[in-house]
């Protein structure tokens, strides 16, 4: 993904690393890939920089998740009764 140049001149190190882990989990999040988000945002969270920040991030991302936990559970469940109604039909 592109990303402006900022100028990191004024940062320290490891707010720049703590920039870069947040920049990565937010590209993940957009293109819904909640698990890789959550271990940037988990590595940047690590930093002690804007914590309430990533701990809002790291929620969003673990409330998504439980969601897509919920939605397969419900779809294996469907397939199991679809399967049972096939099988019984057949015999």
């Known amino acids: 993904m592109s ?4 100028d990191t001149s004024n940062l320290s190190p490891e707010e720049i ?4 882990f ?6 993940f999040s957009k293109i819904e ?7 940037w945002y988990n590595k940047a969270l690590e930093l002690n920089i804007e914590k309430e920040h990533v701990v809002e991030k790291i929620n969003f991302c673990t409330g998504k998740l439980k ?5 397969f559970v419900t779809l294996a ?15």
């Not at 990303?3 to 900022?6: D, F, G, K, Q, R």
Request: aromatic share 10%.
């Open 17 to 20: 690393k703590f920039r870069d």
């Open 77 to 91: 469940m469907i397939a199991v009764i679809i399967i049972g109604i096939v099988v019984k039909i057949k015999w």
């Open 33 to 39: 890939i909640y698990r890789l988000a959550l271990e």
């Open 22 to 27: 947040i920049r990565r989990g937010d590209d």
């Open 67 to 71: 969601f897509e936990k919920k939605v």
């Open 3 to 6: 990303h402006a140049i900022e």
